[in-house]
């Protein structure tokens, strides 16, 4: 057993599935053992539609509050923004929009990564 | 030996996540690797000993017994048993844990590769 870096990223969109939150339940759960897992989370793909401002996160809101507590901050990747017509007004507070290069290192910086 | 999880969200009779889930599984085994499986989401449906389906031979539960007796590991998540009404995963084949999320954070800290499906 040894403490690991994960990053969770997610490409299905917040809605047609329950992808969006329960990735964030099993974001949460990684670092709940003894082990004391730290995560990255990174939105890709149709993922980003979950860091426009006006989504409804109510069923995500402990998860989202629990992984900003331990000081986890919601990446999205600045490519999926522009071929979506995303700008970055359309986002919620405290989303960090990052380009590809640092979406790779998040991936090389990682010892595992999980994919919702 | 390597140790290898898998984590599969996917569930039986709609997509071939399960299947692929299990080939890599028994591939790891038959080359001497360990392997340990998180069962999320609708992938908690995969053990269940009640399964029938005409056109199939061979169901999910026992493709997932099989890997119970070759020494796989299987754990699924209590939350996503008891919400689909698994009764605590009661009817599971022999050798299926239900557990919860510090397992997998558990089988995270164990694994050298973790494969999602």
Known sequence: MAQRHVLITFNHAPYGSIYYTEGLRAAVGVTSGIDEHTVDVLYLGDGVYFALKDVDRRDSAKYLGTLSASSVNLRVERDALLSRGISESDLAEGVEVIDGDEALELVRRADLTIDF | ?117
């Open chain 2, 1 to 117: 030996m390597a140790t290898i999880g898998i984590l599969l969200t996917g569930g039986p009779f709609q997509f071939e996540n399960w299947e692929t889930a299990v080939d890599i599984g028994e591939a790891a085994l038959a080359k001497g690797h360990r392997v340990k499986y998180f069962l999320y989401l609708d992938g908690v449906y995969n053990p269940i000993r009640h399964q029938s389906f005409p056109d199939l031979d061979v169901m999910p539960k026992d493709r997932v017994s099989e890997l119970v007796d070759k020494g796989a590991e299987i754990i699924a998540c209590g939350v996503c048993v008891n919400a689909r009404g698994l009764q605590g995963g009661k009817d599971y084949v022999e050798g299926v844990r239900v557990g919860g999320l510090p397992d997998f954070a558990e089988i995270v800290g164990e694994v050298d590769r973790l494969v999602t499906l």
